[in-house]
T-cell receptor
Framework: DQQVKQNSPSLSVQEGRISILNCDYT??????FLWYKKYPAEGPTFLIS?????DKNEDGRFTVFLNKSAKHLSLHIVPSQPGDSAVYFC??????????FGEGTQLTVNP | KAGVTQTPRYLIKTRGQQVTLSCSPI?????VSWYQQTPGQGLQFLFE???????NKGNFPGRFSGRQFSNSRSEMNVSTLELGDSALYLC??????????????FGPGTRLLVL
């Protein structure tokens, strides 16, 4: 079963606008959530994380929101830049170092 | 600090052979995890090592194994290679503190092609 789902395989936005990437999970044991950015044939680069005791975490242009009751999290990128174009993975883990990843969303930011 | 390093970056093997991949974690990190990325299955957890012991294991056959050395460096081995083992193998490290959620930092990966 797919415990972490990213339902949008792709997203296209204009430079300067907001990008919103979404992720849903089913496992109630997940208590730590992360977003990674990835280019082909490279390792994922950590962007931002959030613990289940919080509902929002910000780091510069990146903000992650967590809605535990809906088992939903989202990543907001404001303003979006062409260099943000990549595949974004949502990942979740219980209190052990075992990440479960979503399928990824290809973000394209058009100049 | 230097990041996670993996060697080799690219590897070509034939079916039936075995392969060993290496990972050096970020200095001070004691937990090393391995993941496999394929187009069909996405990113999947293989196993995690801490203090030279396997602490967590994913749903992969016994042909996939690993070990960790006293300096926290880790190797993973795949025996009797199959075509479906062609993938990007990623290593990630984290401090390894007990009872704490941690961010894992990934290396660049080893691209394995099985012919």
């Amino acid at each position: 079963d797919q415990q972490v789902k990213q339902n949008s395989p792709s997203l296209s936005v204009q430079e300067g606008r907001i990008s919103i990437l979404n992720c849903d999970y089913t496992n109630s044991m997940f208590d730590y959530f992360l977003w990674y950015k990835k280019y082909p044939a490279e390792g994922p680069t950590f962007l931002i994380s959030i613990s289940s005791i919080k509902d929002k975490n910000e780091d510069g242009r990146f903000t992650v929101f967590l809605n535990k009751s809906a088992k939903h999290l989202s990543l907001h990128i404001v303003p979006s830049q062409p260099g943000d174009s990549a595949v974004y993975f949502c990942a979740a883990s219980p209190l052990v170092r075992r990440l479960t990843f979503g399928e990824g969303t290809q973000l394209t930011v058009n100049p | 600090k230097a990041g996670v390093t993996q060697t080799p970056r690219y590897l070509i093997k034939t079916r039936g052979q075995q392969v060993t991949l290496s990972c050096s974690p970020i200095s001070g990190h004691r937990s090393v995890s391995w993941y496999q990325q394929t187009p069909g299955q996405g990113l999947q957890f293989l196993f995690e090592y801490f203090s030279e012991t396997q602490r967590n294991k994913g749903n992969f056959p016994g042909r996939f194994s690993g070990r960790q050395f006293s300096n926290s460096r880790s190797e993973m081995n795949v025996s009797t290679l199959e075509l479906g083992d062609s993938a990007l193998y990623l290593c990630a490290s984290s401090p390894g503190l007990a009872g704490v959620s941690e961010t894992q930092y990934f290396g660049p990966g080893t691209r394995l092609l099985v012919l």
